[in-house]
């Protein structure tokens, strides 16, 4: 049981590029998330997916797009990035949005 | 919506000290609560949870925490810290439509 993989596990962009940051789990969750975790801030909450083809908007979605065509996998998308997206971006799974979430590793993302 | 509020950011102990690191929630429903723990370089992982039952919850490694209803309260305890409890600590409150984390404390140990 790989659990939840996360990758790259670095990137740099420049303002304005555009990448997909991959998530995968194996462990058959229905409900997948994505958060940005900011110096003093905690994790806050991106996109979320209930389901294979049904995502919705977290709390700070601007910038980013999801989908989910599959149950294991939830890639988000930066459409152009810009500084204000410099964080560490963590996918979690889990049975559903009240239970107990389980983290990749993360991605650290540097825009300049 | 609901918050979550930590009070104390930053937690500097020396070894066999106790523990208590407060966390709030403003939502008034039913909720389900969550410490999660980082430990340098490492993902989080969940420290403990409530869901309903017993208010006082254990998690792993001696972590406790007390569910205080009429406080909107979650804090959480541990009666003698390790070198090795040196991590950051984020309190989580869920329903069924909403996940908010914590700002986070970071406690540093002391050998």
């Known amino acids: 049981n790989a659990g939840v993989t996360q990758t790259p596990k670095f990137q740099v962009l420049k303002t304005g590029q555009s990448m997909t940051l991959q998530c995968a789990q194996d462990?058959?969750?229905?409900?997948m998330s994505w958060y940005r975790q900011d110096p003093g801030m905690g994790l806050r909450l991106i996109h979320y997916s209930v389901g294979a083809g049904i995502t919705d908007q977290g709390e700070v979605p601007n910038g980013y797009n999801v989908s989910r065509s599959t149950t294991e996998d939830f890639p988000l998308r930066l459409l152009s990035a810009a500084p204000s997206q410099t964080s560490v971006y963590f996918c979690?799974?889990?049975?559903?949005?009240?239970?107990?979430?389980?983290f990749g590793p993360g991605t650290r993302l540097t825009v300049l | 919506a609901q918050s979550v509020s930590q009070h104390n950011h930053h937690v500097i102990l020396s070894e066999a000290a106790s523990l208590e690191l407060g966390c709030n929630y403003s939502?008034?429903?039913?909720?389900?609560l969550f410490w999660y723990v980082q430990y340098p370089g490492q993902h989080l992982q969940l420290l403990l949870k409530?869901?309903?039952?017993?208010?006082l919850v254990k998690g792993i490694k001696g972590f406790e925490a007390e569910f205080i209803k009429s406080k909107f309260s979650f804090n959480l305890r541990k009666p003698s810290v390790q070198w090795s409890d040196t991590a950051e600590y984020f309190c989580?409150?869920?329903?069924?439509?909403?996940?908010?984390f914590g700002a986070g404390t970071r406690l540093t140990v002391k050998p």
């Open positions: 979690a799974s889990s049975y559903g949005l009240a239970d107990t979430q389980y």
């Open positions: 939502y008034g429903g039913t909720v389900n």
């Open positions: 409530y869901f309903s039952g017993d208010p």
């Open positions: 462990m058959n969750h229905e409900y």
């Open positions: 989580a409150v869920s329903n069924n439509n909403d996940m908010r």
